[in-house]
């Protein structure tokens, strides 16, 4: 992590630095031609457009999801904001009040997300001989034979090989329960110096060591050039928010959050970003479409009869279970999904390398989410960097047997409630994304 930070930045000009200023004269288009005329049509290494994703997922998708991750489960995240930076530690933190994180108080978890978020039914939350049998590795045997082959799986479960991220240790006496709802990601005045330091880190230290910024995209494999996009996509999908939630006034009554239409330019304009703004754009609907195919293909998972949304609300429980079946049903008709079979194919030995490749470097920019000064700011990298983690899991894990209904599903494949949360919050935020890029057009409009 010791290297020089300077060649991205001057690779990068204006791109992910916050900075004043014009970027150079203003051209004949309207702003919105500027930041999305490019931003349509088929994206690259896809079968799918922009336009497909819009209509999709504007009108379709986003309020039954927002709808989803409005309940007690999906609004409860542990997480461990006081992990310290593996990489360095200079951290300046950031003292605004808005950067700060409130945790939530014991009363204020549902209890049935408390006694074993891991677990996923009543019946292994709440029977103390599952405790027991999942400590001495044994099953008791009045459980039913569906239980004890889920309490088996839990026991035996090592998530080494799978995982494309190092998460929290929840069981930490640092670890605690955030209400999501209660703590929005938007703009903090979190900036500057400290703020830039990670996001070069993780370009320069992370996307496979690139000696150029551009020529070598055609060039690439499928799989490097995927990982570049993936967390372009990220920082351009965090950036939209950030510009959507935007503080725009403060008095000693009252704040007012909302679009701020300079912001987004100075982030996503064509000329004000030497062409990349556009590019980002396209990068973040590249990312919508790997956590939309992970979603299609973990369905059978979430079908098990074992499974619930578990809080210990049977009747929410049941219809929260139904509204996601209902989502993941629909996400698995989209008819343009992401083909993940192009990855990793061809020589065994050389995709396996690729692989662990991929997978360590993925791992690093999950390790320096810790290193991020804004507590707020913290806790939505960690949470949205888990949740793209736990989509690649789903695509690229030889336990997860999906499209195979006359199989059953299958008690190889696992996913944490932890994983579960920041999946679908995760891929909520980039759906947010996508639906304020419709709003940013219409503002956009008339301004020349």
């Known amino acids: 992590m010791g290297r020089s930070w300077g060649f991205l930045v001057g690779l990068l000009g204006a791109a992910w630095l916050l900075r004043s200023g014009d970027g150079g004269q203003q051209g004949p288009e309207t702003a919105a031609q500027r930041c999305f005329c490019q931003v349509s049509g088929y994206l690259d290494d896809c079968t799918c457009d922009v336009e497909t994703i819009d209509r999709f997922n504007n009108y379709r998708l986003f309020p ?8 007690d489960y999906f609004r409860y995240y ?19 009040r808005d950067c700060a994180v409130k945790p939530c108080h014991s009363d204020e978890v549902p209890d049935g997300i408390k006694s074993a978020s891991y677990k996923y039914s009543e019946e292994a939350n709440l029977i103390e001989e599952c405790e027991q049998a999942e400590r001495l590795g044994a099953v008791d045997e009045s ?10 799986q839990w026991t035996k479960h090592d998530d080494s090989s799978d995982s494309f991220c190092e998460v929290d240790d929840i069981q930490s006496p640092d670890a605690e329960y955030v209400d999501l709802l209660l703590n929005p ?34 060039g690439l494999c499928v799989e490097k050039r995927a990982f570049y996009r993936l967390i372009s996509g990220l920082h351009a999908s965090i950036n939209v928010h950030l510009s959507a939630r935007y503080l725009l006034k403060e008095t000693w009554l009252e704040k007012k959050w909302g679009h701020n239409v300079t912001e987004f330019q100075q982030r996503f304009d064509g000329i004000l970003t030497e ?11 590249f990312l919508y479409l790997i956590e939309l195919r992970a979603l299609s293909k973990v369905l ?9 949304l578990f809080t210990g609300n049977k009747v929410q429980d049941a219809e929260n279970k139904m509204l996601l079946l209902e989502i ?38 999950s390790r320096i989410m810790d ?17 793209l983690g736990t989509a690649l899991k789903i695509l690229f894990s030889e336990k997860l047997i999906a499209n195979m209904p006359e199989s059953g599903p299958s008690y190889e494949f696992y996913l944490t409630r932890q994983e579960i949360v920041s999946l679908f919050n995760a891929f909520g935020r980039i759906s947010t994304s996508v639906r304020e890029l419709e709003n940013f057009r219409n503002l956009l409009q008339n301004i020349h």
């Open 328 to 365: 993941l049903h629909d996400i698995k008709s989209f008819p343009l999904h992401f083909d993940e079979n192009s990855f990793f194919a061809g020589d065994k030995k050389e995709a396996h390398k690729l692989k662990e490749d991929f997978r360590l470097h993925f791992r690093n920019i």
């Open 143 to 152: 459980l039913s034979e569906e239980t004890q082959k889920a309490v088996l």
């Open 185 to 218: 990601e938007r703009y903090t005045g979190y900036k500057g110096p400290d703020a830039w330091k990670i996001w070069n880190v993780i370009y320069e230290e992370n996307c496979f060591k690139y000696n150029t910024f551009y020529s070598w995209l055609e």
């Open 371 to 387: 290193c991020v000064g804004c507590f707020k700011c913290r806790l939505w990298g960690k949470l949205q960097t888990q949740g």
């Open 64 to 71: 039954r999801l927002q709808k989803l991750l409005e309940s």
């Open 275 to 285: 062409g990349e703004g556009p590019r980002r754009l396209k990068n973040l609907y």
């Open 300 to 308: 059978p998972f979430f079908e098990r009869p074992d499974f619930q």
């Open 78 to 96: 542990k997480v461990n904001l006081k992990r310290p930076c593996p990489f360095w530690n200079d951290i300046n933190q950031c003292g605004r």
